[in-house]
């Protein structure tokens, strides 16, 4: 959950790219800059850095991002170095995300089984969960072995936990409580 300030960082850019019809693609972009601060950590660092001129810091992201990012992105980026919320980034293309996935009725949701979907599998629980949800699936498919079993559904802020770890975990503790 973004904090209050990146949160409406995210909105005005937001309603800026709507205004000027822009949103898709400055989605895509932001993910693809939020994605490469990722791998690069020390970008955002130097972004942060009080050493570093502003001047310095606005011809980096020019050079970085000039032709590649559209102006309004662009703009925003320098805009939140300037303003000292670029550590924020991160939060701010969350949201970004997240208020374009509410107004076009996306929802994000990550299944960690055990072992990797097949294909078949993973339609169906497309399926069952936009019956559920009444929204586009956008599914992320991970694979934690710890659970040995079953399915870690989250759906926004719900979780639904059929795991085997969980259900043994959950017969350790009747177990312990009949015992003791």
């Not at 955002?44 to 001047?55: G, H, N, R, T, V």
């Not at 936009?130 to 586009?136: A, D, L, Q, W």
Request: no cysteine.
């Amino acid at each position: 959950m973004a904090t209050i300030v990146n949160e409406r960082y995210a909105l005005s850019l937001y309603e800026a790219a709507r205004d000027e019809d822009k949103v898709s693609e400055i989605l895509d972009q932001f993910a693809v800059i939020a994605e490469a601060i990722r791998e690069a950590p020390d970008f955002l660092k130097m972004l942060q850095a009080p050493a570093i001129a502003l001047e310095d810091k606005k011809k980096v992201l020019q050079d970085a991002f000039s032709g590649k990012a559209d102006p309004y992105l662009l703009n925003f980026l320098m805009l939140i170095t300037e303003k000292r919320r670029v550590g924020g980034l991160l939060e701010m293309q969350e949201a970004y995300k997240q208020h374009y996935y509410e107004e076009h009725g996306i929802i994000e949701v990550i299944a960690t089984t055990a072992v990797p979907m097949d294909d078949a599998l993973t339609d169906q629980l497309i399926a069952k969960l936009r019956k559920i949800t009444s929204k586009e699936v956008i599914l992320r498919k991970k694979v934690d072995p710890s659970i040995l079993g079953g399915i870690v559904i989250k759906l926004g802020n719900d979780q639904i936990d059929t795991s085997v770890k969980t259900r043994l975990a959950e017969l350790t503790q009747k177990m312990t409580q009949i015992i003791a």
